[in-house]
Nanobody, 120 residues
Framework: AQLRESGGGSVSTGGSLTLTCAADKWTVSSRCMGWFRQSPGKEREGIARSTMYDYPTYADSVKGRFTISRDRERNILYLQMSSLSPDDSAVYVC???????????????WGQGTQVTVTV
């Protein structure tokens, strides 16, 4: 599966941003998909994942602010982000795998990532 993220950029504190991950139809329709992020000096963090039945799971750090969804017509995975703070600045990476497994080890395919920078 090829995953291509877009939508990153710079936003002010409190602002919103929506990331997109374009994938093939098979991946979007039948795979676990999710988002990770990594910033300098920190470990990669799983922040949102969605089962093939669209059941979402969020990390505590983004719960209530981020929403994961997928569009099976356009073959796109979305991450809607709101109430952003500088702590959310990171490279955001789309990932997919056969099954969500109930944890953050599901990913077998990774995108290249897109930078999100939240300014004060």
């Amino acid at each position: 599966a090829q995953l291509r993220e877009s939508g990153g950029g710079s936003v002010s504190t409190g602002g919103s941003l929506t990331l997109t991950c374009a994938a093939d139809k098979w991946t979007v329709s039948s795979r676990c998909m999710g988002w990770f992020r990594q910033s300098p000096g920190k470990e990669r963090e799983g922040i949102a994942r969605s089962t093939m039945y669209d059941y979402p799971t969020y990390a505590d750090s983004v719960k209530g602010r981020f929403t994961i969804s997928r569009d099976r017509e356009r073959n796109i995975l979305y991450l809607q982000m709101s109430s952003l703070s500088p702590d959310d600045s990171a490279v955001y990476v789309c990932a997919a795998g056969p099954s969500c497994n109930g944890d953050w080890t599901f990913a077998t395919f990774w995108g290249q990532g897109t930078q999100v920078t939240v300014t004060v």
